[in-house]
């Protein structure tokens, strides 16, 4: 079964993802501007940028694992298609 990629679905998908991205840094932003009201809550502030920080470093490490994987992905499916356009136009070629 083919798969082919639905353009406009994409598009509006990928505008789902900026729109949810957005509002996550603008609640970001809002909370770090906050003052902080006691030197308790400097030190949960603090505990909780470092957890944050870490859950961010860790998405971009799986990030670059998938798109790793996905190119070798790519890779492949390429040489593939390369060696079955060969072998179409082998067959064309070669004498009935």
């Known amino acids: 079964m083919p798969v082919t990629i639905d353009a406009p679905l994409l598009k509006l998908e990928s505008q789902v ?30 505990i909780w940028i470092k957890r944050a920080l870490e859950a961010v470093k860790q998405g971009q490490d799986e990030l670059k694992h998938q798109t790793a994987l996905l190119d070798a992905y790519a890779e492949h499916l390429g040489s593939l298609e390369m060696r079955l356009i060969q072998a179409i136009e082998e067959k064309r070629s070669a004498p009935d």
């Open 17 to 46: 993802w900026r729109a949810r991205a957005e509002a996550k840094q603008k609640w970001l932003e809002h909370a770090l501007a906050k003052p902080v009201q006691d030197p308790a809550d400097a030190k949960r502030r603090a």
